[in-house]
């Protein structure tokens, strides 16, 4: 990860903290808007899947220098994700609405090169959850 990369990416995140389960509030409500299909594979409250979602963004946030830390917990976040039903383009829908919400949230504040940043954080953690959704297929 190039530190430029992890550093924009914890500033974006910095400047939402007194917003973040409002800002992943909203990620669900626009995710559910433009892709309907996806809201009944969500069963648990939606609250709690909001302080979920904040606490590991924390926590992969937390790593971006030191990804081999969080893989062991990525992967099996992966697995538990293809349990639920999720499939691998789903990922891109849930990317695409992440960008959109961090946009709104910030504004200008959020300048290309954060969004590419976003982009680059997200495609790996994506990639780590398949290998791990992939390594448990089947069992
Ligand atoms: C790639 C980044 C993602 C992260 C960091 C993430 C994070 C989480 C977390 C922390 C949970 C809580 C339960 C658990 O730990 O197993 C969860 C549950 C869930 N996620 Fe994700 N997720 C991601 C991608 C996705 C995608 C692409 C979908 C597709 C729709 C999705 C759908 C779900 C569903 C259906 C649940 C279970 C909710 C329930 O039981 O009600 N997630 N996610």
Known sequence: ?????????????????????????DFYQRLFAR????????????????????????TVISALEHPDRVRPLIETLGARHADYGVQVQDYAKFEQVLLETLREALGDELDADAQAAWREVFEQLSATMQAGAGASAGH
């Open 35 to 58: 892709y309907p299909e996806l809201r009944p594979l969500f069963k648990a409250n939606l609250a709690q899947q909001v302080d979920l979602l904040v606490t590991m963004i924390n």
């Open 1 to 25: 990860m190039h530190l430029d990369t992890a550093a924009r990416v914890r500033q974006s995140w910095a400047l939402i903290l007194p917003q973040r389960k409002a800002v992943c509030r």
